[in-house]
């Protein structure tokens, strides 16, 4: 890709560091999720240009800016030249990476950046192609900028210094500015289709349809008629997003509400680690996501968890906690909760544990016990990477904790925990937590730990 082609693409792009790639979606994606989006769509776009190369001799310039050289190579390979965008205007930049272009021999360059997902190999040929009728192409942006810009050689000492200088970057004006300032010079133009670039948070749903993996959201229930609407309402809010409700013998509506909603409802035995697995079979998301079915999700939820598993190193993850409750106590109990997921990385089902689907499969999914299915499923997700606890809030019920006080269900969870870690037999901690919690009579999994 970096032979000496007569034609040359230039890619702009930055480096994907957490807290400033990608700014404008830290506030709803993290500085690591809006750093993951930046990396993700990069590797989209280059997937593209590989595509290309292999049917059209072209050299393949990165512009970066950000890291440096050698974390270019070792993140995106070395089948590429590889050069600093430098200092100054985003008009200085460009220029300078044009001229460059040309100087190097190239008759026709062109530049794209990486936060417009649809771009494929056949519109970059097209651009390429223009260029051996028209002097100049663009590539139109639905917010009137535009997401690709191609000259050729003898008319790019024609095009300076205005055709760029002084432009209002990020405005709808862009693209209109410099088709009047094209027509100055005399320049003939072509136009691409115009696409959709990914740049604030509601350009996130552009993103997902071209490349975001798909989320199943697994919901194990039991008599959840007064919970069941709302919580698979919010699953819905999201994109990409599929909702598999896993009943365990429902004799209230549980069931009929969530199929009227355009849930995938499913029966299995009342365990919670049976009905989890039961989903995650049926499951087609890239991502499962398990959820209580007394739990909310946050809004953008979908990017959150995309984000977060994009991260380097990441096994699984979880929500911070939040419980839907003024009760001091409970604020108490979230900060424990909070603290332990982060410093620990235990967090705890009610947390909302999402993970790969292929990493379920390999683990071989939660293991098939009545009590502590997600203690021991976190065990050995630890073994395989990081836990990743995002700063965003699902809202949990606070009904256990006050069934029977919030403090006595702390202090039997300690001790359910402890019977564990010393090998008490899951069973023998099934029937003593219940009989404490009150639920003798109810299926043993259905009172998962706090």
Not at 91 to 120: E, H, Q, S, W
Not at 137 to 154: E, H, I, K, N, S
Not at 372 to 399: C, H, N, Q, W, Y
Request: aromatic share 8%; net charge positive; with cysteine.
């Amino acid at each position: 890709m970096s032979s000496n082609s007569r034609e040359q693409l230039v890619i702009f792009t930055r480096y994907p560091e957490p807290g400033i790639t990608k700014t404008r979606l830290i506030p709803v994606l993290g500085p690591e999720g809006a750093a993951a989006v930046q990396r993700q769509m990069t590797e989209h776009l280059l997937g593209s240009v590989c595509r290309l190369v292999r049917t059209r001799p072209l050299t393949v310039e990165i512009r970066f800016a950000g890291g440096d050289a050698r974390l270019m190579k070792t993140w995106l390979g070395s089948n590429f030249i590889y050069a600093a965008q430098g200092d100054g205007e985003l008009d200085k930049r460009m220029t300078a990476a044009l001229t460059a272009a040309f100087d190097a021999g190239a008759k026709a360059a062109v530049l794209i950046g990486t936060d417009i997902p649809g771009i494929t190999a056949e519109i970059i040929g097209q651009a390429f192609d223009a260029l051996r009728h028209k002097d100049a192409v663009f590539g139109p942006a639905v917010d009137g900028g535009y997401y690709l810009v191609g000259l050729r050689m003898w008319a790019f000492g024609r095009a300076l210094p205005t055709l760029f200088t002084g432009l209002p970057w990020g405005t709808n004006r862009v693209l209109a500015l410099s088709l009047q300032r094209a027509a100055e010079l005399t320049l003939s133009v072509a136009l691409l289709d115009a696409l959709e670039d990914v740049d604030r948070p509601e350009d996130l749903v552009v993103w997902e349809r071209f490349a975001a993996p798909r989320i199943s959201v697994v919901i194990p229930t039991l008599n959840e008629a007064a919970n069941i609407s709302e919580t698979v309402r919010r699953v819905q809010s999201a994109r990409n997003v599929e909702v598999i409700v896993v009943d365990g013998g429902s004799r209230d509506d549980t069931t009929e509400i969530a199929g009227r909603l355009g849930a995938l409802v499913l029966a299995a035995k009342a365990s919670r680690a049976r009905q989890m697995n039961v989903g995650a079979a049926a499951a087609t998301g890239n991502i499962l996501l398990f959820l209580h079915a007394d739990t909310l999700l946050p809004e953008g939820y979908d990017g959150q968890v995309r984000g977060a598993l994009s991260q380097p190193g990441a096994a699984a993850g979880a929500f911070t906690l939040g419980i839907d409750s003024p009760l001091p106590s409970l604020r108490i109990m979230e900060y424990v909760a909070n603290w332990r997921s982060r410093f620990l990385q235990k967090p705890y089902g009610d947390q909302g544990l999402f993970l790969a689907a292929e990493t379920f499969r390999t683990i071989g999914g939660y293991p098939d016990l009545p009590i502590m299915e997600d203690f021991e499923l976190i065990r050995r997700l630890k073994r395989r990477g990081r836990i990743v606890v995002l700063p965003f809030a699902v809202t949990t019920s606070a009904r256990r904790w006050l069934n029977i006080g919030v403090w006595k269900t702390w202090f039997v969870n300690q001790l359910a925990i402890t019977a564990y870690l010393l090998g008490t037999a899951p069973g023998t901690i099934a029937r003593f937590y219940n009989r404490e919690k009150g639920t003798k009579n109810r299926p043993l999994s259905r009172s998962g730990l706090r």
